[in-house]
């Protein structure tokens, strides 16, 4: 395969609600589309998923403009492609700026599926047929309104319920969340809000019986995250901390962690992010896929991703109406009895909605080799 061209768009789409997180609120969602076009015309899709501002990793949607302009698309000029694993390789030189990577590499990997007639969960070798799904609920104005986020959330079938949790919004909110819904399947991810001297409060955490504690250390942190697993009966679930394939290794190694969250976008691609998944797998550590408030693009990446079998805990994907009025793929992602069906048609397996796609379009760069 070879790639004649990488069309380039800016999106803007503002979300039904904001979602806040210990580093600060989002509701209009800025973001990249890739879109790449082999030699007989195939077509693949990819998201590239960094926010606006660098919170959650180094990564802005400008950055990753600049890194995929500059050096990335260029690198994929005049060459033969037999395999998407190859990308990865190929972007070797390049430090991190995974969100770029994976952006067009997604793409790569939708275009190449299609292009052997298969889907992108049987390109990745995945089996499942569904995907069991939770909800992440960002942080709420008060008590109530995150009470009827849950409600809601549980009504309509969603296995299991995150919260978003930092300083001062901890131990009372779990209390009440668990007095309320004593047997409710519950997560809470801090975003790195905490560090050890806070060890006495995360301990505290031991009594609400949580699936997992997502991510409460430093983002750049594998030894105080191992410290602190040692004290808690809670698994560590490591989000922001994992990079590649690499960290996962060390991570288990240390003990860092109980449970990985996969995102993507964060560890530059599907070829690495199934790497983590087996790295996992063979040392029994679950996995489960992450979320970036994606649109229907990158939704549909995580789905096909989620079908592999170490991904045996619900993931954040949730479907496109809890983030969305209209979604830019058909059919949209919906979500019953929190369980989404895997697509069995050629790549991504849901059709990018061209007219959708560029209402919300701002900017459209046009690069043929
Ligand atoms: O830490 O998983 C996270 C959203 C934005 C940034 C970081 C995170 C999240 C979420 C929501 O938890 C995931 C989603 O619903 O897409
Ligand atoms: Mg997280």
């Known amino acids: 395969m070879e790639i004649s061209q990488v069309i380039i768009r800016k999106l803007e789409m503002t979300m039904k609600q904001p979602f806040t997180t210990s580093f600060g609120t989002m509701q209009n969602r800025k973001f990249l589309v890739i879109e790449v076009v082999d030699e007989l015309g195939n077509r693949g899709w990819g998201e590239g998923v960094a926010f606006e501002i660098p919170w959650y990793t180094e990564e802005t949607r400008e950055t990753s403009l600049h890194i995929l302009q500059d050096f990335l698309i260029p690198m994929l000029k005049g060459k033969t492609i037999q395999h998407p694993d190859e990308i990865n390789e190929i972007f070797k030189t390049i430090r991190k700026n995974n969100m770029a990577k994976a952006a067009i590499e997604c793409a790569v990997w939708d275009c190449w599926a299609k292009r ?5 969960t049987k390109a990745l070798a995945g089996g499942k ?8 609920i960002g942080l709420q104005k008060d008590f ?16 299991r319920i995150k919260v978003k949790i930092k300083p001062g919004n901890d131990i009372e909110l779990l209390k009440q969340i668990r007095t309320r819904f004593p047997n409710v399947p519950l997560m809470a991810d801090a975003n790195s809000a905490y560090t050890l001297e806070d060890i006495e409060l995360l301990k505290g955490f031991d009594q609400f019986n949580l699936m997992m504690i997502e991510q409460p250390l430093a983002s750049d942190d594998i030894v105080d995250h ?14 922001e901390s994992i990079l590649s394939a690499e960290d996962a290794r060390k991570a288990i190694e240390l003990g860092s962690c109980g449970i990985i969250n996969i995102k993507i976008g964060r560890v530059g691609g599907l070829t690495e992010a199934k790497r983590i998944h087996d790295i996992c797998q063979k040392n029994g550590i679950p996995v489960w896929c992450g979320g970036m408030l994606e649109a229907g693009i990158g939704r549909a990446h995580n789905i096909a991703l989620t079908a592999l079998p170490n991904f045996s805990l619900p993931g954040d994907t949730a479907g496109s109406s809890s983030y969305w009025e209209r979604d830019i793929i058909f059919p949209e992602v919906i979500v019953e009895k929190g369980l989404i069906p895997v697509p069995t048609s050629n790549g991504i397996g849901f059709e990018v909605d061209i007219e959708e796609l560029n209402r919300h379009t701002t900017d459209i760069k046009k690069i043929k080799f």
Not at 116 to 120: A, D, H, V, Y
Not at 129 to 136: A, L, Q, R, T
Request: proline fraction near 2%.
């Open 144 to 159: 109530d309104t995150l009470t009827n986020r849950i409600e809601q959330s549980l009504l309509s079938g969603f296995k």
């Open 129 to 136: 047929s569904e995907i069991e799904v939770g909800i992440s």
């Open 226 to 239: 191992a410290k602190l697993q040692k004290e808690l009966k809670t698994p560590i679930c490591l989000d």
């Open 116 to 120: 052997k007639n298969l889907s992108l």
